[in-house]
């Protein structure tokens, strides 16, 4: 990879990638070379990162109300600002806000163009008003903060934006190595914030627990611990939470309601609150310095609060408890307490403890000298950061989730749609106490190899949109005689043992892969696109061609 496409992916991830992109292939979000006058994009709708029209078709369809931000980035490798530079990024957003022909002609303009309009058709259903616009431009040099031309090349761009009446707010960050450096540190580092707490009791002494308090902080600091550097949402303070943000159902609908009326001042006697379990607190006077935190419960309230953050938050108090404490079953006992009252089934709780720890575990028997079966599941977000791990090894609870739904719960295309119907298939059918870790480990291990096939191009980059598809398809052709049952039996873990074996064989592997490529390539026609994969009957097309052929040969022998 050339140098300056390495530093084009390196702004990208430390900009909005490290928070939004975690479970995406960052690739998809990156202009490549020709592009005029952007490196990177990002469309983000309710909290989900969107790249193309039928993601958004869907995620708008299926939304009551709508959280919008574009994220545009320009990543230069020169060591002197230019100004010159900047207003060509600027003129390039300008022009694709417009719909200059000249900008959104470039396929890649053009596929955020068809995202953009399908947004703004949808504008009844604006949440905090008008979308979001952050920019940022990067560079290796040191920012003329202080110059008065620069502070009015920001200060027109803005300006002209804010004409438009398109958008909400607009940021605009100018990263230098500084900048780019600390929000770096920001994804490797422990995550920390400051806040003011005055109104807060400190509990007694409490074995396991090495300080405890409890009391009501006021809105705009709690936003302080869920805003990034950059200003998105901390996405990853929310890893120990057992449920994800819930969209805007009737529950969080009435939230974000009372923030947005005149009984804002009720939110904190009409709230359960929000318990944050820290590993360190640092205490001076009413500022509280809070090291390495989860936000174990309260979820729900995190996310309609930092939707609400541009309303006026200046009396909405929320209640808090802030618990300090090292010990890892402790933490799993106090998020068990605390969601005891929310409708969540004991198999979530049992997800989100014993049965990842046991994965984990599994994961490390699994490394061999031979590298090819070395992969890291992180069962807390950022746990390889700090360590000199190829982070394309790492499976996040979500890859791993939409592996192991591809595989052995056939539905590809589930995993190829948003998080949300995969959550609800867990944990009925995924996390499930007693299943057996090698068919989770295998659909791992087979993501993993296909995702390098597709990255190096032995497999045409243009079937990765059906990469789910092409996983059942493989374990198909490549055990064809063998199926894995039920899968807390012993019969399963033959059945994934099997296919570890030939996953850790390039040559086999391949040649199986390649196979499926083929297959999926017949059955949709030579169009595997997005629209395409989320159907589940792609699949049943793919499992026609090959009992096909097996009766074929089985005629010809």
Known sequence: MAAHTEFEYFATHVAFGHEYLTDE??????????????????????????????????????????DVSFHFLQA???????????????????????????????????????????????????????????????????????????????????????????????????????????????????VEATVSFPRQTPLPRIPGIEQAYI???????????LATDAGSLRKSA???????????????????STLDSDKKALFAVLNNGVTVVAKEVRIAGDDFTIEDYQIVNGCQTSNVLFFARELDLSSVYIPLRLIVTNDADTTAKITQATNS??????????????????????????????????????????QFAEESVEQTRVVTK???????AAMFLNVPHISSRFPGELY??????????????ESYFASALCWYRLDVWLRTGRIDSSLKP???????????????????????????????NKLVEILSDDVVSLQYFEKAAAIVRTASAGDPSRDRVKREKLLQDCIGLIEAEEREMATAE
Not at 80 to 109: C, K, N, T
């Open 238 to 256: 929310f890893f120990d939470n057992v449920r994800d943000f819930q969209q805007w159902n009737p529950v969080n609908e009435e939230m974000y």
């Open 341 to 382: 009252q929310t409708p969540i089934t004991k198999e979530d709780l049992i997800a989100s403890t014993d049965f990842q720890k046991e994965l984990e575990t599994f994961y490390k028997s699994m490394a061999s000298a031979r590298s090819k079966q070395r992969l890291y599941y992180e069962r807390r977000s950022g």
């Open 76 to 190: 230069k490798t020169s060591v002197s600002y230019s100004r010159d530079l900047v207003l060509g990024f600027m003129d390039a957003v300008e022009g694709f806000i417009d719909g200059r022909q000249s900008v959104i002609s470039h396929p890649f303009w053009a596929k955020l163009r068809e995202i953009f309009t399908e947004i703004y058709a949808a504008s009844a259903k604006f949440r905090s008003g008008a979308p979001e616009l952050r920019v940022y431009f990067a560079f290796q040099g040191t920012p003329p903060f202080n110059d008065s031309l620069y502070q009015d090349t920001i200060r027109t761009f803005e300006t002209g934006i804010d004409n438009r009446a398109m958008f909400r707010s607009v940021h605009t960050n100018v990263l230098g190595a500084s900048q780019l450096l600390r929000l770096y540190n920001a994804t490797v580092n422990k």
């Open 25 to 66: 292939d960052i690739s998809d979000y990156m202009a490549g070379d020709g592009t005029i006058g952007v490196d990177s994009a990002l469309i983000v709708i309710n909290g989900q990162p969107v790249n193309n029209l039928s993601d958004a078709r869907d995620l708008i369809g299926a939304s009551k109300s709508l």
């Open 424 to 437: 609800e298939l867990s944990p009925e059918k995924i996390f499930r106490s007693g299943h057996k870790l």
């Open 215 to 225: 009391g009501a902080i006021a809105g705009a600091e709690l936003i302080k611990m």
């Open 398 to 404: 979500l890859i791993q989730m939409k592996a192991f």
């Open 466 to 496: 059906s990469r789910f598809v092409m996983m059942n398809v493989f374990r198909r052709v490549a055990l064809p005689d063998l199926q894995p049952g039920d899968l807390s039996t012993k019969s399963a873990t033959t059945y994934a």
